[in-house]
């Protein structure tokens, strides 16, 4: 099976911080990597889809890369409305999709 | 608008069976692969099984490999996943979700609302 290891676990920025979260797969997986918001409370959000293929509606400040083993969520200027968990996921092949364990996000 | 409506989670002791019940409207159905995915309280998410658009192929996370099984009937537009001999260790809240391809090899882009299956004497 193919292990997602997300770091950090948790992390606390400022309003307007850079934030980057980085996710690494066990073997490589091409670019089948997906990166979804939760918020307290509510249901997952695709955020990312294809490793840096932004989804409809999502803000432009996330952006995503990587290829292979590496890859990182991006947060250009943090914004309050996103304390969240984050996780990434590979779907590369069936039945081996795995998310990552999470990145819990706070406001400083 | 695409919406998905669990139904069919409660209280079950353990060795029990479940069936839960996905209906969906505001997409063509058939075109599109379907999952279930699970969070136990205060956990993450893990993926349980996925099933292509047409039926053909399903496939399940080792953890519930022989005891649950997903199923879809695209004529009532309804994703099913029956679960069998229940542990603890199934309690969570299960969603529904949709991927953005008839393939399983997809991200998803729409989930349930979630409902909470609960194993215990």
């Known amino acids: 099976d193919i292990q997602m290891s997300q770091s950090p676990s948790s992390l606390s920025a400022s309003v307007g911080d850079r934030v980057t979260v980085t996710c690494r797969a066990s073997?490589?997986?091409?670019?089948?990597l997906a990166w979804y918001q939760q918020k307290p409370g509510k249901v997952p959000k695709l955020l990312i889809y294809?490793?840096?293929t932004l989804q409809s509606g999502v803000p432009s400040r996330f952006s995503g890369s990587g290829s292979g083993t590496d890859f990182t969520l991006t947060i250009s200027s943090l914004q309050p409305e996103d304390v969240a968990t984050y996780y990434c996921?590979?779907?590369?092949?069936?039945?081996?999709?795995?998310f990552g364990q999470g990145t819990r996000l706070e406001i400083k | 608008e695409v919406q998905l409506l669990e139904s069919g989670g409660g209280l079950v002791q353990p060795g029990g069976s479940l069936r839960l019940s996905c209906a969906a409207s505001?997409?063509?159905?058939?075109?599109?692969?379907m999952s279930w995915v699970r969070q136990a309280p205060g956990k993450g998410l893990e993926w349980v099984s996925s099933?292509?658009?047409?039926?053909?192929?399903?496939y399940y996370a080792d953890s519930v490999k022989g005891r649950f099984t997903v199923s879809r009937d695209n004529s009532k537009n309804t994703l099913s996943l029956q679960m069998n001999s229940l542990r603890a260790e199934d309690t969570a809240v299960y969603y529904c979700?949709?991927?953005?391809?008839?393939?399983?090899?997809?991200?998803?882009?729409?989930w349930g609302q979630g409902t909470l299956v609960t194993v215990s004497s």
């Open positions: 979700a949709k991927l953005r391809s008839m393939d399983v090899v997809a991200a998803t882009n729409y």
């Open positions: 505001g997409f063509t159905f058939s075109s599109y692969a």
């Open positions: 099933i292509s658009g047409s039926g053909g192929s399903a």
């Open positions: 073997q490589g997986i091409s670019n089948y």
């Open positions: 294809a490793a840096s």
């Open positions: 996921q590979n779907y590369n092949s069936a039945p081996s999709i795995t």
